[in-house]
């Protein structure tokens, strides 16, 4: 599957942005798809994911509450509406499948080119 991440720009703290994960191939709604970021200088981190059916979601902690992960198969499209940005949200985002339910990076086999969210201050 491939996978193309996109509705990243600037946006002031407070404020808002969807991301969205287009995939092509017929075969989407078989991978969980998550959510990581990459700020400048840090490690990539997990951010959230979604399952198969998009009936189970997961968030890290600094997003809860926040952010919000779905998914339409139909589309073969899954969306981060982020809300209540915060300047250390800037990152580049990227959008990766898995076969598997969780937020390891490393079992997550395909990886989109990411987007990059600025917010400031």
């Known amino acids: 599957v491939q996978l193309q991440a996109s509705g990243g720009g600037l946006v002031q703290a407070g404020g808002s942005l969807r991301l969205s994960c287009a995939a092509s191939g017929r075969t989407f709604n078989n991978y969980v798809i998550g959510w990581f970021r990459q700020a400048p200088g840090k490690e990539r981190e997990f951010v959230s994911r979604?399952?198969?059916?998009?009936?189970?979601?997961a968030y890290a902690d600094f997003v809860k509450g926040r952010f919000a992960i779905s998914r339409d198969n139909a589309k073969n499209t899954v969306y981060l509406q982020m809300n209540s940005l915060k300047p250390e949200d800037t990152a580049a985002y990227y959008c990766?499948?898995?076969?598997?339910?969780?937020?390891?990076?490393?079992?997550?086999?395909?990886w989109g080119k990411g987007t990059l969210v600025t917010v400031s201050s």
């Open positions: 979604i399952s198969r059916t998009g009936s189970s979601t």
């Open positions: 990766a499948a898995s076969q598997l339910y969780q937020g390891d990076a490393a079992v997550y086999w395909y």
